[in-house]
Structures are given as structure tokens and as C-alpha cells.
């Protein structure tokens, strides 16, 4: 069965610093896409980066980027000089095409930035 | 601008009750799902559809249903609204079977008394 792993509840980071939150996932499939999601205390869901199976880069999207290991099944997401709007939840989640495009996520790091 | 809208924000209902959680989007996507939100579990996949009719369990279906009768359209129903069904509910919608991301609803905050 599909599954995605978040271990770490929270997380704290000081201003311009660089933060890595984990994510391990579990899949049988070969082509599936990897997701980062982050949800303000206003909860909505702001999608960040995608990361496909079949990628041999790592995806970046201005300050993230994706640290993809196919081997060890993980798909931790780097922040590059955090700022203080970037006190969030994130989320972890999988996609996997040959079950009809069924999205699962992971349990989330809560992040805050410090001044 | 692509939209998911919930038809509730907040919603308050009595155990027992049948309860019906609408959700929209005007994007045209194949795809919708259904989750629930708990602290410290995230999000967890109650039901998605892949098509008009078509729809698939998730991880934790037991005590909702689902209905898409229109392709813009996905209900999820709780046939008897029980305490332990309080969370928030988000409502999401992508393009089918591609590498696109999905949209998601503003949520809805169910509780059950």
C-alpha cells in the first residue's frame, strides 16, 4: 500500500536560515509524482513543487527545492533563507497514476521561522 | 483563476443527523477527492472519483459516502453524523491521471453535537 512519512511534528529555523523537512514514501509503482503543499494558519492550501518519478533533477521553485533519493524513497523539501511568512504546516503527498491519479499525503511538519 | 468552492465554511449538526458536504469546481478536472483533517494525522484520504459516476475509497471511508452526478460536482454525505466525524473537511480537483497538482476548497469545519 501507498504511504507517505512525515516524522517530525515540528520544526523551528531562524530567519535566513535554510530548513529541510523530511518526507520517506512507500509505493510499488514506478511513475508517480511527488507533491509539497503549504498551509497557513489561514488554511489554505498553496501548492509549492512537484517532483515526477522519472525526473533526474531535483525540481526548485525559487527558495524550495526538492531533495529527491529514488533509492531511499525520500522527498525532503529544502527552504533556502527562511522568512518569516514561511511559519506554516507543510505537506508531503503522492501521487500515483495507475491508481487513477489517487492523491495521498503525509501527517505534516509545522514550521516556525524565528525573528 | 481556477476555483473549488465548499458550500459551508462552518457547520454545526446533531449526532445522528444525515449530513451533505457539497463541493464545485469550475475547472473542468476529471479528478475530485474528498479529506478529512485531523492535528498530528494530516490529511487523510476519504473517497475521490476519477469520472462522472466513477469513485474510489480512500484510507478512511467508513461512515461517508460519496456522489458526482455532474463532472463539476462531488458530495460527500454522512449517513449518520457521529461525534467522532467533527474535523475539517477540504475538498480538492486536479486534471486526471497527469502531473499537475490539485486545487483545494477553503475547507469546512464540521462539528458534531
Known amino acids: 500500500a501507498q504511504k507517505i512519512t512525515q516524522t517530525q511534528p515540528g520544526m523551528f529555523v531562524q530567519e535566513k536560515e535554510a530548513v529541510t523537512l523530511d518526507c520517506t514514501y512507500d509505493?510499488?509503482?514506478?511513475?508517480?509524482?511527488l507533491f509539497w503543499y503549504k498551509q497557513p494558519s489561514s488554511g489554505e492550501m498553496i501548492f509549492l513543487i512537484y517532483q515526477g518519478s522519472y525526473d533526474e533533477q531535483n525540481a526548485t521553485e525559487g527558495r524550495y527545492s526538492l531533495n529527491f533519493q529514488k533509492a531511499r524513497k525520500s522527498a525532503n523539501l529544502v527552504i533556502s533563507a527562511s522568512q518569516l511568512g514561511d511559519s506554516a504546516m507543510y505537506f508531503c503527498?503522492?501521487?500515483?497514476?495507475?491508481?487513477?491519479?489517487?492523491?495521498?499525503f503525509g501527517q505534516g511538519t509545522e514550521l516556525s521561522v524565528k525573528p | 483563476d481556477v476555483k473549488v468552492t465548499q458550500s459551508s465554511r462552518y457547520l454545526v449538526k446533531r449526532t445522528g443527523e444525515k449530513v451533505f458536504l457539497e463541493c464545485v469546481q469550475d475547472m473542468d478536472h476529471e479528478n475530485m477527492f474528498w479529506y478529512r483533517q485531523d492535528p498530528g494525522l494530516g490529511l487523510r484520504l476519504i473517497y475521490f472519483s476519477y469520472d462522472v459516476k466513477m469513485k474510489e475509497k480512500g484510507d478512511i471511508p467508513e461512515g461517508y459516502s460519496v456522489s458526482r452526478e455532474k463532472k463539476e460536482r462531488f458530495s460527500l454525505i454522512l449517513e449518520s453524523a457521529s461525534t467522532n466525524q467533527t474535523s475539517m473537511y477540504l475538498c480538492?480537483?486536479?486534471?486526471?491521471?497527469?502531473?499537475?497538482?490539485?486545487?483545494f476548497g477553503q475547507g469546512t469545519r464540521l462539528t458534531v453535537v
Open positions: 509505493t510499488s509503482d514506478q511513475s508517480y509524482g
Open positions: 503527498a503522492m501521487r500515483d497514476y495507475n491508481q487513477g491519479g489517487k492523491l495521498i
Open positions: 480538492a480537483s486536479s486534471v486526471g491521471g497527469s502531473n499537475t497538482e490539485a486545487f
